[in-house]
């Protein structure tokens, strides 16, 4: 495949439920064809069902919309949308299917699925929407997606149907806009159209330097956060990024903006500071860690030892959570236990709020295994809480890794994917720092872009891919002074310093060191300290008059001086920073171990640009040829009078605790103004008593709908309970036997007349028929009957006898047939018995009543013949057929008048039948056709027989020969 140009056009992730339908109607709805933007709508379908997801789209816009295929190109102005029972992701510009593995404990996310390919394949020219649905799927997408400089939208959380998934993605703080709907593509197709958004991000232009350095200054003074570590090119990139979406294009419009707009400047902050983390990120580096470097760390550790390890920027705690995870875990498994401490520290508070908590969406199952979500998390909903024993072992805090100072005797360092953003200089300071943080031996664990620089030669390589190092011994000279634009930082007044060639960097490093050289010969040991009293550069040998102290790290110089200079070297540097000017005290008593020698103390600010960072330099000079040393400084030197001073100190101490006082003041002021938003809290809490209560009433209502539903339950329980009884009444008190039959052929419940029949007691509920005896004289199995009509479902009825002492025999007609349910369910068989005694002697008599009156017609010599209204024959007695010469067989269906009376003419015919219709007897004398051709004379009479209730049944005829 050709990889296509990103900067063509824009691709557009569109993530929504299955529910999401009516939200990407309203969508498409206000969205016309574009050659800026195409469109992926990944949704959750179902698998059982055909998409119709085309058609039903199709109907609100003239955007061209097709279901995607693997390696279909995504062409400008096109929606394509994911196909059933498939995961998509994209690739050069190529959208690549595959199907969906249903791993047991693994949630399948196509969205983020997608997005995370979507974001390294576009870059900051992808774009995410995420709408109504339920859970967390996208979440982690859109974290990619804004780590590689792209846009992200998501739905508002009142208008979405199910607001699971906008408001997971809007709890990340990385969402550029929260929108309806219906007002997406305005803003979506202003975004595409923006200069900054079509071009390539360039370079500053000149003039624009000062806005840029307004811009960091700001965010420094809200945030303390110094950007001017970072490098450029990713600074411009996010700023450039913040004045399209806010569709500003001039940099000095961008700076009044943020002046106007305080909100702004904690939005770009974070904007810089997205974190790019997530459980156990890089699982080979993990394993590595696990196999090569736990063994060397835990090795040389004694039963009381404590193991700390440091992760720094960790963002919102994965990556401290996943070693915490991988130490416990490789503890278990080789059964030793030590006192585990993990510092992770980050300059985001929000990032580190949402780490406290360790709460995460449901979305991490993706990246951790089935085993470790049972064994380290805690299910909540489609929330995954942090078990307690992970938690107790990760420290979180706010630092600053450029300024702040670092942690000590560290066994392991974990820093990835921070320095790719800093300067080279600072990166290298912060090499510096870990080395001097690290113990021998302790290990260093690198981002994969990341690398040691000329400092390789104090670290071991354990692994080059994934730059896992261990500490080699040495002294790698690191200065107790955190890291500032004079030794690191960049401002952006020379933004475009970085031009200057190495060969120029060579000579500066050089002209450095020989400069450093110099002072440390001709001046006396000194040190440059800012407002705060933190140490930032140290020349020459101080040490006979600062010494570091045990614990933790403090570089505030009146922390680690001696006892006899504190006031003095306090009281001067107060002067020094509140007058602007320099302060010499001489003879200062320094009370050594064994002598005492006296020093002068000089302490003058330092010029500096930068009104927001004031320094002073301090220089410890013993009092030899102080003669000599002390003549520039005459006019400003005074003898070190400890009562002067202790009374100077005093009167400092008195303006402090004034200060305090005010400050108290003001707390207490705040204190009252918190009382008052306690007060307008309490009210929003009657307020909300007050909802409670209507909701009180509310479920009052549905208490009475629930009683009201009940009373119709009871009644028709009643109603259920009548015709149980009337049922029971009725299987009693017939005489009809019913077995009924569940589908293994046992018994569930019989009539008592069933009892007659079948040897049946109420004791025999529930055993198999073919238990059972019956008294018929046929041998018929019960059992088999019922068998073959529950496999065929077709009934079979049979007649059987049933014989008695005194000789009277029974008749009864047995049925088998299937028991349907309701719904049509056959759930077994029902036996019912009929006694038909009567019935067969009634049925015998009227049959041998028949014959008698047959075989009387049959005797008689008069031709009878029944017709129906329409003169058919119907019967035809023997004598009929020696007179006429037919068969019964012959005239049976036949016209008596087209048999019998064929020459007779209609007027006749028509006579005849309204006599025999006006229930008149017709008869006359007449002649009639044999069969035999010849006419014969004979005498007819005609009449209507009615049964007994008076309906017309036939037409007989009785003829006789003449």
Same mark, same amino acid.
């Given at each position: 495949m050709t990889r296509h140009n990103p900067a063509d056009y824009s691709i557009i992730g569109i993530g929504a439920s299955a529910s999401g339908l009516e939200a990407l109607e309203n969508l498409f709805r206000g969205m016309e064809p574009s050659p800026k933007i195409s469109f992926v709508v990944v949704q959750h379908l179902s698998p059982d069902y055909k998409s119709m997801m085309v058609e039903l789209l199709s109907k609100h816009t003239n955007i061209p919309i097709q279901q995607a295929t693997h390696e279909m190109k995504v062409l400008p102005g096109n929606i394509y949308l994911i196909p059933p029972k498939k995961n998509i992701t994209i690739e050069n510009g190529f959208l690549n299917l595959a199907d969906i593995q249903h791993t047991p404990g693994n949630l399948n996310l196509p969205i983020d699925n997608f997005l995370i390919t979507l974001a390294q394949d576009q870059g900051d020219k992808a774009i995410a929407i995420i709408l109504s649905g339920t859970g967390s799927d996208g979440t982690r997408g859109i974290r990619k997606i804004k780590e590689r400089g792209g846009m992200v939208i998501v739905q508002e959380e009142n208008e979405a149907k199910f607001d699971g998934m906008p408001r997971s993605a809007i709890a990340t703080g990385l969402v550029d806009f929260i929108l309806p709907v219906d007002k997406m593509a305005t803003t979506l197709l202003r975004f595409v159209d923006h200069p900054l958004t079509v071009r390539e991000i360039e370079p500053l232009r000149i003039g624009d330097e000062d806005h840029y350095d307004s811009i960091l200054s700001q965010i420094k003074k809200v945030s303390g956060v110094d950007f001017s570590f970072y490098k450029s090119a990713t600074v411009t990139r996010r700023i450039s990024r913040r004045m399209s979406l806010n569709q500003i294009d001039k940099l000095s419009e961008y700076t009044e903006y943020i002046e106007k707009n305080p909100k702004e400047i904690e939005i770009l902050q974070r904007e810089l500071l997205i974190g790019v983390t997530n459980f156990f990120r890089d699982i080979e580096a993990f394993t590595i860690i696990e196999e090569k470097t736990l063994p060397k760390l835990f090795k040389n550790k004694q039963k009381r030892d404590q193991v700390r390890i440091w992760v720094t920027a960790c963002s919102t705690g994965e990556e401290a959570y996943s070693l915490a995870i991988l130490v416990k875990e490789y503890m278990k498994k080789n059964n030793i236990w030590f006192d585990v401490k993990i510092f992770a520290t980050d300059v985001d508070p929000f990032a580190l709020k949402t780490a406290g908590t360790g709460s995460y969406t449901d979305s991490i199952a993706a990246d951790i295994s089935e085993e470790r979500l049972k064994n380290y998390f805690i299910k909540k909903g489609n929330i995954y809480q942090i078990s307690p024993e992970i938690r107790e072992m990760v420290i979180f805090a706010p630092q600053n890794l450029i300024k702040d100072p670092p942690f000590s005797r560290i066994d392991l360092i974990s820093c990835r994917n921070f320095m790719i953003y800093v300067q080279p200089e600072t990166q290298k300071k912060i090499i510096q720092m870990f080395h001097f943080s690290l113990i021998t031996n302790g290990v260093l664990f690198l981002g994969s872009s990341e690398s040691l620089g000329d400092l390789s030669g104090y670290f071991e390589e354990i692994d080059a891919k994934w730059k896992i190092?261990?500490?080699?011994?040495?002294?790698?000279?690191?200065?107790?002074?955190?890291?500032?634009?004079?030794?690191?930082?960049?401002?952006?007044?020379?933004?475009?310093?970085?031009?200057?060639?190495?060969?120029?960097?060579?000579?500066?490093?050089?002209?450095?060191?020989?400069?450093?050289?110099?002072?440390?010969?001709?001046?006396?040991?000194?040190?440059?300290?800012?407002?705060?009293?933190?140490?930032?550069?140290?020349?020459?040998?101080?040490?006979?008059?600062?010494?570091?102290?045990?614990?933790?790290?403090?570089?505030?110089?009146?922390?680690?001086?001696?006892?006899?200079?504190?006031?003095?070297?306090?009281?001067?540097?107060?002067?020094?920073?509140?007058?602007?000017?320099?302060?010499?005290?001489?003879?200062?008593?320094?009370?050594?171990?064994?002598?005492?020698?006296?020093?002068?103390?000089?302490?003058?600010?330092?010029?500096?640009?930068?009104?927001?960072?004031?320094?002073?330099?301090?220089?410890?000079?013993?009092?030899?040829?102080?003669?000599?040393?002390?003549?520039?400084?005459?006019?400003?030197?005074?003898?070190?009078?400890?009562?002067?001073?202790?009374?100077?100190?005093?009167?400092?101490?008195?303006?402090?605790?004034?200060?305090?006082?005010?400050?108290?003041?003001?707390?207490?002021?705040?204190?009252?103004?918190?009382?008052?938003?306690?007060?307008?809290?309490?009210?929003?809490?009657?307020?909300?008593?007050? !909802?409670?209560? +209507?909701?009180? $009433? *509310?479920?009052?209502? =549905?208490? #009475?709908? @629930?009683?009201?539903?009940?009373? /119709?339950?009871?009644?028709?329980?009643?109603?259920?309970?009548?015709?149980?009884?009337?049922?029971?009444?009725?299987?009693?008190?017939?005489?009809?036997?019913?077995?009924?039959?569940?589908?293994?052929?046992?018994?569930?419940?019989?009539?008592?007349?069933?009892?007659?029949?079948?040897?049946?007691?109420?004791?025999?509920?529930?055993?198999?028929?073919?238990?059972?005896?019956?008294?018929?004289? !046929?041998?018929? +199995?019960?059992? $088999? *009957?019922?068998?073959? =009509?529950? #496999?065929? @479902?077709?009934?079979?009825?049979? /007649?059987?006898?049933?014989?008695?002492?005194?000789?009277?025999?029974?008749?009864?007609?047995?049925?088998?047939?299937?028991?349907?349910?309701?719904?049509?369910?056959?759930?077994?068989?029902?036996?019912?018995?009929?006694?038909?005694?009567?019935?067969?002697?009634?049925?015998?008599?009227?049959?041998?009543?028949?014959?008698?009156?047959?075989?009387?017609?049959?005797?008689?010599?008069?031709?009878?013949?029944?017709?129906?209204?329409?003169?058919?024959?119907?019967?035809?007695?023997?004598?009929?057929?020696?007179?006429?010469?037919?068969?019964?067989?012959?005239?049976?269906?036949?016209?008596?008048?087209?048999?019998?009376?064929?020459?007779?003419?209609?007027?006749?015919?028509?006579?005849?039948?309204?006599?025999?219709?006006?229930?008149?007897?017709?008869?006359?004398?007449?002649?009639?056709?044999?069969?035999?051709?010849?006419?014969?004379?004979?005498?007819?009479?005609?009449?209507?027989?009615?049964?007994?209730?008076?309906?017309?049944?036939?037409?007989?005829?009785?003829?006789?020969?003449?």
């Amino acid at each position: 495949m050709t990889r296509h140009n990103p900067a063509d056009y824009s691709i557009i992730g569109i993530g929504a439920s299955a529910s999401g339908l009516e939200a990407l109607e309203n969508l498409f709805r206000g969205m016309e064809p574009s050659p800026k933007i195409s469109f992926v709508v990944v949704q959750h379908l179902s698998p059982d069902y055909k998409s119709m997801m085309v058609e039903l789209l199709s109907k609100h816009t003239n955007i061209p919309i097709q279901q995607a295929t693997h390696e279909m190109k995504v062409l400008p102005g096109n929606i394509y949308l994911i196909p059933p029972k498939k995961n998509i992701t994209i690739e050069n510009g190529f959208l690549n299917l595959a199907d969906i593995q249903h791993t047991p404990g693994n949630l399948n996310l196509p969205i983020d699925n997608f997005l995370i390919t979507l974001a390294q394949d576009q870059g900051d020219k992808a774009i995410a929407i995420i709408l109504s649905g339920t859970g967390s799927d996208g979440t982690r997408g859109i974290r990619k997606i804004k780590e590689r400089g792209g846009m992200v939208i998501v739905q508002e959380e009142n208008e979405a149907k199910f607001d699971g998934m906008p408001r997971s993605a809007i709890a990340t703080g990385l969402v550029d806009f929260i929108l309806p709907v219906d007002k997406m593509a305005t803003t979506l197709l202003r975004f595409v159209d923006h200069p900054l958004t079509v071009r390539e991000i360039e370079p500053l232009r000149i003039g624009d330097e000062d806005h840029y350095d307004s811009i960091l200054s700001q965010i420094k003074k809200v945030s303390g956060v110094d950007f001017s570590f970072y490098k450029s090119a990713t600074v411009t990139r996010r700023i450039s990024r913040r004045m399209s979406l806010n569709q500003i294009d001039k940099l000095s419009e961008y700076t009044e903006y943020i002046e106007k707009n305080p909100k702004e400047i904690e939005i770009l902050q974070r904007e810089l500071l997205i974190g790019v983390t997530n459980f156990f990120r890089d699982i080979e580096a993990f394993t590595i860690i696990e196999e090569k470097t736990l063994p060397k760390l835990f090795k040389n550790k004694q039963k009381r030892d404590q193991v700390r390890i440091w992760v720094t920027a960790c963002s919102t705690g994965e990556e401290a959570y996943s070693l915490a995870i991988l130490v416990k875990e490789y503890m278990k498994k080789n059964n030793i236990w030590f006192d585990v401490k993990i510092f992770a520290t980050d300059v985001d508070p929000f990032a580190l709020k949402t780490a406290g908590t360790g709460s995460y969406t449901d979305s991490i199952a993706a990246d951790i295994s089935e085993e470790r979500l049972k064994n380290y998390f805690i299910k909540k909903g489609n929330i995954y809480q942090i078990s307690p024993e992970i938690r107790e072992m990760v420290i979180f805090a706010p630092q600053n890794l450029i300024k702040d100072p670092p942690f000590s005797r560290i066994d392991l360092i974990s820093c990835r994917n921070f320095m790719i953003y800093v300067q080279p200089e600072t990166q290298k300071k912060i090499i510096q720092m870990f080395h001097f943080s690290l113990i021998t031996n302790g290990v260093l664990f690198l981002g994969s872009s990341e690398s040691l620089g000329d400092l390789s030669g104090y670290f071991e390589e354990i692994d080059a891919k994934w730059k896992i190092f261990l500490t080699k011994p040495g002294n790698l000279n690191y200065s107790l002074n955190p890291i500032s634009p004079e030794n690191g930082g960049l401002s952006y007044k020379n933004i475009y310093s970085n031009s200057i060639s190495s060969k120029s960097q060579k000579n500066d490093k050089t002209l450095d060191k020989l400069f450093t050289g110099i002072l440390e010969k001709y001046l006396p040991p000194c040190a440059i300290v800012n407002e705060t009293f933190q140490i930032m550069h140290v020349v020459g040998n101080i040490n006979p008059f600062v010494k570091m102290q045990s614990g933790k790290v403090n570089f505030e110089i009146t922390s680690m001086v001696d006892r006899s200079i504190k006031i003095a070297l306090t009281t001067g540097l107060r002067k020094c920073f509140f007058d602007n000017k320099e302060v010499v005290y001489k003879n200062i008593a320094l009370q050594e171990e064994f002598y005492k020698k006296t020093i002068n103390l000089i302490i003058q600010p330092v010029p500096n640009d930068d009104n927001l960072n004031k320094l002073a330099v301090v220089i410890f000079e013993e009092s030899q040829n102080q003669q000599t040393k002390l003549s520039l400084y005459d006019k400003n030197t005074e003898s070190y009078s400890f009562d002067e001073n202790v009374h100077q100190r005093i009167i400092e101490l008195e303006q402090e605790l004034e200060f305090n006082r005010e400050n108290l003041q003001a707390t207490i002021e705040q204190l009252e103004t918190s009382n008052e938003e306690l007060q307008a809290t309490n009210e929003e809490l009657l307020a909300a008593n007050e !909802e409670l209560q +209507s909701t009180n $009433e *509310e479920l009052q209502s =549905v208490n #009475e709908e @629930l009683v009201t539903l009940n009373s /119709e339950h009871q009644g028709k329980i009643m109603e259920l309970t009548e015709l149980n009884n009337d049922i029971n009444n009725l299987l009693s008190n017939t005489d009809i036997g019913v077995v009924f039959l569940d589908d293994e052929m046992k018994i569930r419940k019989f009539t008592p007349a069933a009892q007659k029949i079948i040897n049946l007691m109420p004791s025999d509920k529930g055993r198999p028929i073919s238990h059972i005896s019956h008294i018929f004289k !046929e041998s018929i +199995s019960l059992h $088999e *009957e019922s068998k073959k =009509v529950l #496999e065929s @479902l077709i009934p079979i009825e049979k /007649e059987l006898f049933v014989s008695h002492e005194n000789k009277i025999e029974q008749s009864f007609l047995i049925r088998f047939l299937p028991y349907r349910t309701l719904d049509k369910r056959v759930n077994g068989i029902v036996i019912s018995i009929i006694d038909i005694t009567e019935l067969k002697r009634t049925d015998d008599f009227l049959r041998n009543k028949f014959k008698f009156q047959s075989d009387i017609l049959e005797i008689m010599r008069e031709s009878i013949i029944t017709m129906d209204r329409n003169f058919k024959i119907k019967s035809w007695n023997l004598f009929s057929g020696s007179l006429f010469g037919y068969t019964e067989s012959e005239v049976m269906g036949g016209n008596f008048f087209d048999l019998l009376l064929p020459n007779i003419s209609s007027d006749k015919r028509k006579s005849i039948t309204e006599h025999v219709n006006n229930s008149e007897t017709y008869s006359e004398e007449r002649e009639v056709v044999h069969k035999n051709g010849t006419n014969i004379k004979i005498y007819i009479m005609m009449d209507l027989i009615r049964n007994k209730d008076g309906d017309e049944e036939s037409i007989i005829v009785i003829s006789r020969p003449i």
